[in-house]
C-alpha cells in the first residue's frame, strides 16, 4: 500500500527526478540505525538463503543492479531494504557531467525505461570517501568501474586500472563496465583482442592490490545482451584467459523489437520488461558454453519473483534487479528474496 501510494507520487515527477527523489529519501532513512531498522522493519525478508560465490557469502541471491546509486549516496539504506548485495556505480576516474537532460524515459504501459545517461559520475575521490568497512546486515558492496568519456579507448586501461587501485580496499567484488551503451565506442571493448587485453591488465592491477592488501577482490565484466554467438564465445574466451572471476549478464539493450510508441525510438538502453526474454536467453547461453563452473549473475527484466527463479533456472548463481524496483517497489526485494529461499 505505502509502496503504491509512493510509487505513485515518485511517477508525477520527471523520470530522472523521480529516480533522484527516491534516493535522496533512502539516503537520509539509511544515515541513522534507527533509520535503517525502521527500513528493515518496513521491507526486510523475514527469510533467505545465502549464497557462497567467487569467495563471498552473500546473504541471499538477489542484488540492486549498477546505476541505481552510481554514486554510493544511499547505499546503506538500500542495503536495509534487503539486497544480498548492492552494485554501486558505475563510477569513472574523473568527475564527468553525462549527457544532457532529459536522459531517461519511463514507457509506463510497457514497464520499461530508456536511459543515455552516460555514465555521469562524481568521480572515484568523491565516491571513495563515502564508502567504508561497514556492511549493513552482512550486505556485500560491489562496485562497477568505467572510463571516462574523453579518454581514447586506447588507454581505457588506464582508466581501469587507476579505478581497480582506488576500490580495492573497500569493495567486496569489482565490476568491469564495457557494456554500455551510452559511452560512444565503449561496446567495442567487448570483444576479442581489446576485451582480453583490458581484462589482463585489470586482473593484473587486482593481484596487484592483493599483495598490497592481503585480501583478493573478485572481479566480473557485465556484457550487454546483443551480442551474437561468436562474440559471445569470444568475449567468455577473454573471460576465462584473463582468469575474470565472473561474469554479469546482461546491460540494456540496443533492440526496440519488443516496445512501441514515440518514446520506444528515444536514443539510449533499453531496460525492464521487453528485455526480460532476451536476457533469461543469454544467462542459458552463456551457462551452455561456459560450463557449471563460472560465477553468473543475471540480471535484465527481472519484474517478479518468478523472473527471478526462471534466471537462476536458466544458470544464473544469483540475480540483480532495477528497473523492476521502480515499477514495482522496494517490496519486490523481500518478495523475490523469500522466493528464493524456499
Ligand atoms: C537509469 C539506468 C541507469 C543505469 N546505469 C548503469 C550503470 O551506470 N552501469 C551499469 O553497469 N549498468 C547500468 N544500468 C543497467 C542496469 O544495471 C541493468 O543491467 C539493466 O537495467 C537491466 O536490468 P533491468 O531490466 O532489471 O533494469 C542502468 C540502467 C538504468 C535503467
Known sequence: MIDRVLRDALFLLESERSHDT???LLAVAGATEAGRAAL???????????V??????FPNAVGLAAGYDKGARAWAGLATLGFGHVEIGTVTPKPQPGNPRPRVFRLTEQACLINRLGFPSEGADVVHRR?????????????NIGKNKDTPLEEAASDYTALV???ADVADYLTVNVSSPNTPGLRKLQTGAALTA????????????????????????????????????????????????????????????????????????????????????V?????????????????????????????????????????????????????TVERLAR
Open 198 to 281: 583490458l581484462l589482463t591488465a585489470v586482473v593484473a592491477a587486482r593481484d596487484a592490490c592483493t599483495e598490497r592488501l592481503g585480501r583478493r577482490v573478485p572481479v566480473t565484466v557485465k556484457l550487454a545482451p546483443d551480442l551474437d554467438d561468436a562474440d559471445l564465445d569470444d568475449a567468455l574466451q577473454a573471460v576465462a584467459d584473463a582468469a575474470i572471476d565472473g561474469v554479469i549478464a546482461t546491460n540494456t539493450t540496443l533492440d526496440r523489437d519488443r516496445v512501441h510508441g514515440p518514446l520506444a525510438q528515444e536514443t539510449g538502453g533499453l531496460s525492464g520488461a521487453a528485455l526480460t526474454a532476451k536476457a533469461t536467453d
Open 40 to 50: 528493515r522493519t518496513m521491507y526486510g525478508p523475514r527469510t533467505q538463503r545465502p
Open 52 to 57: 557462497s560465490l567467487m569467495g563471498l557469502t
Open 165 to 167: 587501485h582506488a576500490f
Open 283 to 335: 544467462c542459458r547461453r552463456i551457462r551452455a558454453r561456459a560450463g557449471d563452473a563460472l560465477p553468473l549473475i543475471g540480471v535484465g527484466g527481472i519484474m517478479t519473483p518468478d523472473d527471478a527463479q526462471a534466471r537462476l533456472d536458466a544458470g544464473a548463481d544469483l540475480v540483480q534487479l532495477y528497473t523492476g524496483v521502480v515499477f514495482g517497489g522496494p517490496g519486490l526485494v523481500r518478495q
Open 131 to 143: 564508502l567504508g568497512p561497514a556492511r549493513p546486515y552482512g550486505t556485500v558492496l560491489g562496485v
Open 22 to 24: 527516491a534516493l535522496q
